[in-house]
């Protein structure tokens, strides 16, 4: 069965991208076939990963045609995916900005993506799919929460990433996402960004009491995470040290909380 899991927050800068790129990129390590879908426009997680569509095409109707934008809009299929660092990937292009235009035009469409990854499920292609949202509780997210069986939630330890988990959390567990997708569940947060600080440590036991477990820590190395970013390689390929070891037991946690096997 193919599980669907969106990586989302409406805060910006909670390393949400990354959390989307590395616990992929950690299952597919270990053996899991991953599809990861980049619906933020900024295509920042696609850049990361080595594809930039709006660099390799000229013509904004051919970026456009390699992200997610035809499926949602029924006038085409999910594209042909690239291929990155043992997953699969359908890019984003800022193209698909204008995909919320259209979403706001027609509140169907925000079931369209849904609809694409239901062939993607009854194929049986892959074992995980991850889709990484942008910053916002817009139409975007909603196509994103509604097409997902479960949602992760990046939480760095402050007052902005908890009142962001929070209150996402309410939303499908009770509000507006439970109304339109009931089956979504929220996943156990990952701590993401954590400083070595006494009140980062208090928020930190704030958020693991709120939410009762994580997934473990990511913690703040800014030589680590940023150059993974720059050289367009995720962290569990890129470090041998500390960072590997955290994502890789994020990627274990992970396989608990859903109640899959490790495959290596």
Same mark, same amino acid.
């Given at each position: 069965? &193919?599980?669907?899991?969106?990586?989302?927050?409406?805060?910006?800068?909670?390393?949400?991208?990354?959390?989307?790129?590395?616990?992929?990129?950690?299952?597919?390590?270990? %053996? !899991?076939?991953?599809?990861?879908?980049?619906?933020?426009?900024?295509?920042?997680?696609?850049?990361?990963?080595?594809?930039?569509?709006?660099?390799? @095409?000229?013509?904004?109707?051919?970026?456009?045609?390699?992200?997610?934008?035809?499926?949602?809009?029924?006038? %085409?299929?999910?594209?042909?995916? !690239? !291929?990155?660092?043992?997953?699969?990937?359908?890019?984003?292009?800022?193209?698909?900005?204008?995909?919320?235009?259209?979403?706001?035009?027609?509140?169907?469409?925000?079931?369209?993506?849904?609809?694409?990854?239901?062939?993607?499920?009854?194929?049986?292609?892959?074992?995980?799919? @991850?889709?990484? &949202?942008?910053?916002?509780?817009?139409?975007?997210?909603?196509?994103?929460?509604?097409?997902?069986?479960?949602?992760?939630?990046? $939480?760095?330890?402050?007052?902005? %990433?908890?009142?962001?988990?929070?209150f996402i959390r309410s939303r499908v567990e009770k509000g507006h996402y439970h109304r339109l997708n009931p089956e979504l569940q929220v996943l156990p947060p990952v701590i993401t960004q954590a400083p070595n600080t006494i009140l980062a440590r208090q928020y930190q036991s704030e958020i693991e009491s709120l939410?009762?477990?994580?997934?473990?820590?990511?913690? !703040?190395?800014?030589?680590?995470?940023?150059?993974?970013?720059?050289?367009?390689?995720?962290?569990?390929? @890129?470090?041998?040290?500390?960072?590997?070891?955290? $994502?890789?037991?994020?990627?274990?946690?992970?396989?608990?909380?859903?109640?899959?096997?490790?495959?290596?």
């Amino acid at each position: 069965m &193919t599980l669907i899991t969106t990586v989302h927050s409406y805060a910006g800068g909670v390393a949400k991208s990354a959390t989307a790129r590395d616990l992929s990129a950690a299952l597919a390590i270990q %053996g !899991h076939r991953i599809l990861l879908i980049d619906a933020d426009h900024q295509a920042d997680l696609s850049v990361s990963l080595g594809v930039d569509v709006d660099e390799a @095409f000229a013509n904004a109707d051919d970026s456009f045609a390699q992200t997610i934008g035809p499926a949602v809009l029924g006038t %085409g299929s999910l594209p042909d995916v !690239h !291929h990155a660092f043992g997953l699969d990937l359908i890019p984003s292009s800022i193209t698909l900005y204008n995909l919320e235009k259209e979403l706001k035009s027609d509140v169907s469409m925000v079931v369209g993506l849904r609809y694409a990854l239901n062939e993607i499920r009854a194929a049986g292609s892959y074992d995980f799919v @991850f889709i990484d &949202t942008n910053p916002t509780l817009g139409d975007m997210a909603t196509l994103a929460l509604l097409a997902a069986d479960r949602v992760l939630l990046p $939480i760095p330890p402050n007052r902005k %990433g908890l009142r962001a988990g929070s209150f996402i959390r309410s939303r499908v567990e009770k509000g507006h996402y439970h109304r339109l997708n009931p089956e979504l569940q929220v996943l156990p947060p990952v701590i993401t960004q954590a400083p070595n600080t006494i009140l980062a440590r208090q928020y930190q036991s704030e958020i693991e009491s709120l939410f009762g477990q994580t997934l473990g820590i990511v913690r !703040h190395r800014p030589g680590l995470y940023p150059s993974a970013m720059e050289r367009a390689t995720p962290v569990p390929v @890129f470090d041998r040290g500390d960072g590997r070891a955290e $994502i890789m037991a994020v990627a274990d946690a992970f396989l608990q909380a859903v109640g899959a096997a490790r495959v290596s």
